[in-house]
């Protein structure tokens, strides 16, 4: 069995972002605004110094390898976020009884679903920003998570119950997902 490396991963924060570590918690602040998570595990270790955001693990096993690039993957999405944001396209699809939506506070509104009477609701979280012209969604925010899970409470409000799914595929669905570069 072949012993696996020591993992050193480096990642530079770029100019007009600032990152702090304190108490197992990232905080990360940008032009866009600031995020802040807590990477806690007892083999791996996150510290910023110089510009660089440094992940190290002494030893890893098959376990600390994998929590170790999950946090380098979830820090890379904080700086993006901070710094560009992230943005969801999505499309309102009906072909029986026309659909209208619209945001109110922290809900999105799904009027007229299938001839429904009460209007179908979806949860958007807190620090992202929804907003529907037409038959066109468009969900922001900086958190990739929340942006992500906001899109996902959307389709899943028109889930079609109860018809055939290949007749209905009325529904607000993701057209385009958020990238980073």
Avoid: W
């Amino acid at each position: 069995m072949s012993k696996i490396p020591d993992i050193n991963e480096e990642i530079n924060i770029p100019d007009g972002v600032k990152a702090e570590y304190n108490d197992n918690a990232l905080s990360i602040s940008g032009e866009k605004g600031s995020l802040m998570r807590v990477f806690n595990h007892p083999h791996v270790n996150v510290k910023v110094s110089n510009n660089k955001i440094i992940i190290s693990c002494k030893n890893p096993r098959r376990k600390e390898k994998a929590i170790s690039y999950t946090f380098v993957s979830h820090i890379k999405n904080m700086i993006h976020g901070v710094l560009k944001g992230y943005e969801y396209k999505m499309k309102t699809v009906f072909s029986h009884f026309p659909i209208k939506t619209n945001v109110e506070g922290d809900e999105f509104l799904i009027q007229n679903f299938l001839g429904e009477r009460s209007p179908r609701r979806a949860k958007i979280l807190e620090g992202v920003k929804v907003e529907s012209k037409g038959d066109d969604v468009t969900v922001t925010g900086i958190d990739k998570e929340k942006v992500g899970q906001t899109v996902a409470n959307i389709e899943r409000a028109t889930a079609v119950k109860k018809r055939d799914i290949r007749v209905f595929q009325d529904g607000v669905y993701r057209t385009m997902k958020a990238r980073r570069d």
